[in-house]
């Protein structure tokens, strides 16, 4: 029997989080998987990079590829040394509960070695998709991370009181970093430039997958981007693939007020072709399922409802409840 073919879509923790739960299904199922990895980062480390080199922003990137490293001890440390953030330079405590400050003229503070590892094979190899199978390679990956566009882009969204003493005045909110921590209520999301040409490995890894997986994560910066990429988002309408949602377990200040229904309702808004067969969720987080299950089946879903929370309390998904949660969802129909 082939594998099963899964693209996951996404960027930063919460496709991490997605990436390592199917990790966890790999005993259990013969898995292809896929990462697609939003473009637009324009803070930290990845927006320095961005701002003083060009090229794609190598966080989010750099964060799936982790996420899919292979087992081996030696891969393990690679993935550590990819994850490794050099402190500002002179004397560092043994831990940090801070970010680390950057000292003026402290051109390493800040950055992750993944990051600097990434940009620089971009420009040895010339080409983003070939530094990231190269870097996959040096992991072990368990599969296969892809930018869903070759340039970098832009997050804009018109945001309803962006300015708290303004409340009900409409404004447009710029980057990635100030969208997600905006404190007014998005009203809508573009692209800049609005139509980026999508890579063309990941609409062949889509239109060639088994499933799509949608989320968790950041829903206006990580999740609704893919949808916004012309190319991408006809390859996921016209995919014979079966499509998932995977609902976060609390709204995030770019999502303050959204519901999860509204979570739902604006895939449609910005795909308005697409069709989902299972919504998953955390039937903690749902509370009452009524509302959740209506506009699960308004885009063609059912609804699945498991618990896929870490146990700590704190608003983060487990990889091995979620890889549970996912294995009879993707071994449906096998």
């Excluded at 910066?221 to 609390?250: E, K, Q, W």
Aim: glycine share 10%; net charge negative; proline share 9%.
């Amino acid at each position: 029997m082939t594998p099963t073919r899964v693209v996951a879509f996404g960027g930063g923790h919460g496709l991490s989080a997605s990436l390592r739960a199917l990790r966890h299904c790999v005993p259990e199922l013969d898995l292809d998987i896929t990462a697609v990895v939003t473009v637009g980062d324009d803070g930290g480390s990845s927006g320095r990079l961005r701002a003083e080199r060009g090229g794609l922003p190598p966080g989010d990137l750099r964060q799936a590829l982790v996420a899919l490293a292979g087992d081996h001890p030696a891969t393990r440390r690679s993935a550590a040394l990819f994850q490794h953030r050099f402190p500002a330079a002179g004397p560092q405590p043994p831990t940090l509960a801070a970010p680390v400050p950057i000292a003026v003229g402290d051109s390493l503070a800040g950055h992750a070695v993944g990051n600097l590892l990434l940009h620089g094979l971009t420009e040895l190899l010339g080409d983003p998709v070939a530094a990231l199978d190269h870097a996959g390679a040096m992991l072990g990956a368990v599969g296969r991370v892809l930018p869903m566009s070759r340039q970098p882009v832009g997050i804009e969204a018109r945001v309803r009181g962006a300015d708290p003493e303004h409340p009900d005045e409409v404004s447009t909110v710029r980057g990635q970093h100030q969208v997600a921590v905006t404190s007014g209520t998005v009203e809508s999301l573009r692209l800049n430039p609005s139509a980026p040409a999508a890579c063309a490995e990941a609409v062949t890894a889509v239109r060639a997958a088994d499933w799509l997986i949608f989320g968790p994560g950041s829903w206006y910066t990580s999740v609704l981007p893919h949808l916004l990429v012309p190319g991408l988002a006809d390859a996921i309408v016209s995919s014979p693939a079966r499509r998932l949602v995977t609902l976060n377990l609390v709204a995030e200040k770019e999502t303050s007020g959204l519901s999860l229904p509204d979570h739902l309702d604006t895939l449609r808004r910005y795909l308005p072709e697409l069709k989902v067969d299972r919504v998953l969720a955390d039937a903690t987080a749902v509370g009452d399922p009524a509302a959740v299950e209506r506009a699960a089946e308004s885009l063609g879903a059912r609804l699945v409802l498991a618990p896929v929370a870490v146990l700590d309390g704190t608003p983060r998904h487990d990889p091995a409840a979620l890889g549970a949660a996912l294995v009879p969802v993707l071994r449906a129909d096998r």
